[in-house]
């Protein structure tokens, strides 16, 4: 089992998503992103492990840091840690990064990538469409930047990280939901944009 490593096996990575069934006129666009690289650690001394790993972890639960080159580091609790790799260009790394955490004490890994589909949704009208299936408000005014919200949309738990830069009103968010749920979140996303 110690040779498990998740992050090595892209090219074996399945996604349930026809991506082919895309909202072709709506400004809200989704993107299937399941098959990008993630990996988890939790544990008492995850945090000085990422941190001893040169990553740079939020000081708060619920909060990401994130870079344009693509990696995106998510706090879920004191104790948790998923790093997300949307932009496929941190393979080695995570790679690395998980082979490491195989050694270390008090550092458990998460199989995130097999649990969990990783949608993207950009434009404009992205927290309005949001508005038609989730009770959070995930606004700009009211769902900053690098914030996270562990809630349900379309029925589904998920995760929903707004990954917009503040600098500029850009509206992006990563959804990441329980991978047996994810061809019904996808309709349901779906079905939702195109009102926009």
Known sequence: MSEFIISAHAMCRQSPIDASLCAQDSQVVIEDKTHTTRVGVRGVAA?????????????????????????????????????????????????????????????????????????????????????????????????????IAQTSVARVNAIVVNTSLSAQRSDNYLILSDVSSAEHLWDALLDASQEF
């Open 47 to 147: 945090e000085s492990f990422l941190k001893r790993q040169g990553m740079i972890v939020p000081d708060q639960p619920n909060q990401a840091e994130y870079s344009e080159n693509g990696l995106i580091v998510l706090r879920l609790s004191r104790t948790e840690f998923w790093l997300i790799d949307v932009a496929q260009s941190h393979q080695a790394a995570l790679e690395a990064l998980e082979r490491q955490a195989l050694s270390e004490e008090g550092v458990y890994r998460l199989y995130c990538q097999h649990s969990h589909a990783l949608f993207e949704l950009k434009g404009e009208y992205s927290a309005e469409m949001f508005a038609k299936l989730c009770g959070v408000d995930l606004s700009h005014g009211a769902f900053a930047a690098q914030s």
